[in-house]
């Protein structure tokens, strides 16, 4: 499958999906205390699960503390990021992008690159060799799914990608992407980040334990929860369509998953209308849902169903999912052909 020549943002109109004007402006409305909230009980929970690893340090019980502690650190520092990257976590500017520093040094990608390719990827979601935010190669297979979900992709992309950024070594993607007047920002804002990072590796050096135990190895630990989340947006989906309801995923989620993940689950209304904040996007999905197409099953189901397909895609069997959408062209047996290369 080629890429179209000429490319429509893909959104609403490209899509087909309406929804009354004056719903819209009501439900796209910023304010900060919902942002505040969600911040003060993020904080709370990194707080009891610290005080877990403190307890259990010196036995083996860190490690089980440390994974929640890195689950409870990752997603919420992913979605906000994301959030903040949209500008509509607050609607008081510093805070916005205050906090989006602080997540995006946790999610270790610069902040301003992780908002010019944000936009990138909803501009072009999921053309390929266009969308920007293309964490794997499709069709996805065993190999692809372990190096995504381990972590292991996109920590190798963002470290090349920050490293590039600092030396002024700017991609022809990043270019692309990103104003030429921006770009010695991004450097600027690459270099610190890369110094404050050889300054936790310092400590770390000396014998100060606290940047290991509460957030290196949680980081790494708490990744492949993060990315199990990330995955199922897309995969699975049809590649350069101007329909978000072909390209996109949402999925259904527990009380917990949702507050992890900012209601990121809607992603479908999500692509739709990003102008609405984290906070609407459950009264969005009422708004929409004659519209859309039913939710996937469950994040643990959802997961464990993409694993089946791509298992089978590796072992050459047939990949029809048995209730996850999916692309008519990703059912199929037997050898598969590369559709899409990873941008990211």
């Known amino acids: 499958m080629n890429a179209p020549e000429t490319y429509a943002a893909t959104n609403a109109a490209s899509t087909g999906v309406s929804i009354d004007r004056k719903r819209l402006k009501a439900l796209a409305r910023r304010t900060d205390r919902p942002g505040l909230v969600f911040i003060a009980k993020w904080l709370a929970a990194l707080a009891c699960s610290s005080f877990a690893i403190w307890l259990a340090l010196g036995s083996w019980w860190v490690w089980p503390a440390m994974l929640a502690h890195g689950v409870i650190l990752c997603v919420p520092a992913y979605a906000l990021s994301h959030e903040t990257a949209h500008g509509t976590a607050f609607k008081t500017r510093w805070l916005n992008e205050a906090v989006l520093w602080a997540t995006s040094f946790i999610y270790i990608e610069e902040p301003l690159h992780r908002r010019y390719t944000h936009?990138?990827?909803?501009?072009?979601?999921?053309?390929?060799?266009?969308?920007?935010?293309?964490?794997?190669?499709?069709?996805?297979?065993?190999?692809?799914?372990?190096?995504?979900?381990?972590?292991?992709?996109?920590?190798?992309?963002?470290?090349?990608?920050?490293?590039?950024?600092?030396?002024?070594?700017?991609?022809?993607?990043?270019?692309?992407?990103?104003?030429?007047?921006?770009?010695?920002?991004?450097?600027?804002?690459?270099?610190?980040?890369?110094?404050?990072?050889?300054?936790?590796?310092?400590?770390?050096?000396?014998?100060?334990?606290?940047?290991?135990?509460?957030?290196?190895?949680?980081?790494?630990?708490?990744?492949?929860?993060?990315?199990?989340?990330?995955?199922?947006?897309?995969?699975?989906?049809?590649?350069?369509?101007?329909?978000?309801?072909?390209?996109?995923?949402?999925?259904?989620?527990?009380?917990t998953g949702r507050f992890l993940y900012m209601n990121m689950n809607h992603h479908i209304e999500h692509h739709l209308y990003p102008q609405v904040p984290f906070f609407a996007l459950p009264e969005l999905h009422e708004e929409l849902r004659d519209q859309l197409p039913k939710p996937d099953p469950g994040f643990w189901r959802t997961n464990l169903e993409v694993l089946s397909v791509v298992l089978r895609r590796s072992l050459g069997r047939h990949t029809k999912a048995r209730s996850i959408r999916q692309a008519p062209h990703m059912i199929g047996q037997g050898r598969f052909e590369r559709i899409a290369e990873r941008t990211m």
Not at 163 to 186: D, F, G, I, N, Q
Not at 189 to 201: I, K, V, W
Request: hydrophobic residues 50%; glycine residues 6%; charged residues 15%.
């Open 119 to 255: 936009t990138n990827h909803h501009t072009f979601t999921w053309h390929a060799g266009k969308d920007s935010q293309m964490p794997f190669a499709t069709p996805m297979d065993f190999r692809g799914w372990l190096q995504e979900v381990s972590g292991f992709g996109l920590a190798r992309f963002h470290i090349a990608a920050m490293l590039r950024l600092a030396a002024a070594r700017y991609t022809p993607m990043m270019r692309e992407v990103v104003p030429e007047s921006e770009l010695p920002k991004l450097t600027r804002n690459a270099r610190l980040f890369l110094a404050l990072y050889a300054l936790l590796a310092g400590l770390i050096v000396w014998g100060v334990g606290w940047p290991l135990w509460f957030l290196v190895l949680p980081r790494v630990l708490g990744a492949p929860a993060m990315l199990l989340f990330t995955l199922i947006q897309h995969v699975e989906m049809q590649e350069n369509s101007p329909s978000i309801l072909e390209s996109t995923r949402s999925f259904g989620t527990s009380r």
